[in-house]
């Protein structure tokens, strides 16, 4: 069974550029989260979506958004990129009981 | 945002060594949760703690659920090159539509020495 699938895995942006990472999960899990991850701020967790709607949402502004689609690929998109944005952004798909499964990430560089 | 206390913040072990990692929190959860990460790699699930006083291994990885809900322990016994990486602890205190909401510790970051 396939693993969960994130591209692009690097990017490198400018400031108040925006950019879209993409997810797919794994084959039959509906739920997607998001994770950010930074050096200073740890794993931090951004949103969750399940059947296409967001379940759950952390605490980072609203320059930070995603969608999921009917088939459970979800898209996380960060408009007027900061320098404070440079992390490894992770997604996670999870089924009805399971524990959540991680993809490699997308790094973004934000110069 | 919240991260959980993880200690120690790294650790310099030789080849065959047992080592011990632990987790702690200001609020109770109701899981805990214990990941390895790689250089280059996202977190991988090692060990899922779903009771308080529950001890559960995974070969030679052997975790406990404080009863106090606000802490957990991490034990590798014989370490390995290969054990080498970040771990995380993560809490989650579920209800509706939170199962997926993690709160990570710290990290404790291994280096096995042959």
């Known amino acids: 069974k396939a693993g969960v699938t994130q591209t692009p895995r690097y990017l490198i942006k400018t400031r108040g550029q925006q950019v879209t990472l993409s997810c797919s999960p794994i084959s039959g899990h509906r739920s997607v989260s998001w994770y950010q991850q930074t050096p200073g701020q740890g794993l931090q967790f951004l949103f969750e979506?399940?059947?296409?709607?967001?379940?759950n949402k952390g605490n980072f502004p609203g320059r930070f958004s995603g969608r999921q689609f009917s088939n459970s690929r979800s898209e996380m998109n960060v408009s007027t990129l900061e320098l404070g944005d440079s992390a490894l952004y992770l997604c996670?798909?999870?089924?009805?009981?399971?524990?959540?499964?991680f993809g490699e990430g997308s790094r973004l560089t934000v110069l | 945002g919240q991260q959980l206390n993880q200690s120690p913040q790294s650790m310099f072990i030789q080849e065959g060594e047992d080592v011990s990692m632990n987790c702690t929190s200001s609020s109770i959860f109701n899981t805990w949760l214990w990941y390895k990460q790689e250089p280059g790699e996202g977190p991988v699930l090692l060990i899922a703690?779903?009771?308080?006083?529950e001890l559960t291994s995974n070969g030679r990885l052997t975790a406990q659920f404080g009863i106090t809900r606000k802490d957990s322990f991490l034990n590798i016994s014989a370490s390995i090159p290969s054990d080498v990486g970040i771990y995380f602890c993560a809490g989650r205190l579920e209800s509706t539509g939170t199962a997926s909401k993690l709160t990570f510790g710290t990290g404790t970051r291994l280096q096995v020495t042959l």
């Open positions: 979506y399940f059947s296409e709607t967001q379940r």
């Open positions: 703690l779903y009771k308080a006083g």
């Open positions: 996670a798909s999870r089924d009805s009981t399971g524990e959540l499964f």
